[in-house]
């Protein structure tokens, strides 16, 4: 029997729908504000008040300076490399921690994770990590990025959490049956916690997306193993020096003032082309995350 809901309740969700759209508004405004801006005329920008609700005017000529360096498309290979071979080899290694410590028998466990949350609160700094990766061979090379952080201590602690939720029985049933570590983990564990692993690969994923310091710090010869992220810096810092002032006489152009006047859309370009690519990717593991952590698993 479906109970009818009340005048209050209605009055409720009402208010509800207008308090989640205004905060959604809220939300989405900036990213708008962005996009709009980003194809704006910025004679037209400059002058602009208020709410950019739409482009102004239509012109490309940020995107033409963004895309036309031509270390962009050197960066976005780089990218790409470092969020797919990245996040595999750290998701796997986080898999792996997360396993081992949710182990009751493993005796050594409970000393190895408070060795892991120790490095959360205490590290020896930028000078030692950089001294540590130039004796491991690895300034100047790809992995210098990967290696010295393939495990996330807080997304171990997440992930081990979600793998200690799954029913023991069920582990307990496969090593009956002659299942291993590897297939429990792979074929028990992990379809059981999909929702918390699809978090854990999303934060690794936007993290290493977004990474330009450690780029600057272990790739000071390679530039062409420069990330995306630190080729954007370079054209926003070039763009934001002071060496755009407007023309003045006679000789002036609108062609002068338009290049003048496009430090705030070449940012605006800028940070579209930086975060529009992995806003993408989240459609797809959208519903992962809606999804309880015990998906996959069965009932006791």
């Not at 002659?178 to 994923?205: E, H, N, Q, S």
């Not at 755009?244 to 705030?264: K, P, Q, R």
Request: charged share 15%; net charge positive; with cysteine.
């Amino acid at each position: 029997m479906v109970e009818r809901k009340t005048v209050s309740n209605w009055i409720f969700d009402i208010f509800n729908y207008i308090f989640l759209a205004v905060l959604a508004l809220v939300c989405l405004y900036p990213m708008l504000h962005v996009f709009f801006g980003s194809f704006s005329d910025p004679r037209l920008l400059s002058r602009h008040t208020g709410l950019l609700l739409h482009p102004l005017g239509f012109i490309t000529r940020g995107y033409e300076v963004v895309f036309k360096n031509p270390n962009i498309w050197i960066g976005y290979g780089n990218t790409l490399f470092y969020v797919i071979v990245g996040t595999v080899l750290r998701t796997f290694m986080t898999m792996l921690g997360a396993y081992v410590m949710i182990q009751k028998d493993f005796l050594p466990r409970k000393v190895l994770m408070l060795m892991f949350v120790f490095t959360m609160y205490f590290s020896g700094g930028m000078i030692p990590d950089y001294l540590l990766v130039n004796k491991l061979h690895l300034l100047n090379t790809r992995w210098a990025l990967i290696v010295p952080s393939l495990i996330g201590t807080w997304n171990m602690i997440i992930l081990k959490t979600a793998f200690a939720q799954v029913p023991p029985s069920l582990e307990e049933s496969a090593r009956l049956d002659g299942a291993g570590d590897m297939t429990i983990l792979f074929r028990i564990i992990l379809p059981a916690a999909k929702a918390t692993l699809a978090v854990i690969i999303m934060y690794y994923a936007v993290g290493e997306w977004n990474s330009w310091f450690s780029a600057a710090i272990y790739l000071p010869a390679r530039r062409d193993l420069y990330p995306l992220q630190l080729f954007l810096r370079e054209i926003l810092i070039s763009y934001s020096s002071g060496g755009n002032e407007i023309s003045t006489g006679a000789a002036a152009t609108d062609v002068d003032a338009i290049e003048a006047l496009l430090e705030d859309v070449v940012r605006y370009c800028t940070i579209c082309v930086a975060t529009i690519p992995i806003l993408c990717i989240y459609p797809f593991v959208q519903k992962y995350f809606v999804k309880g952590v015990m998906m996959g698993s069965i009932k006791e």
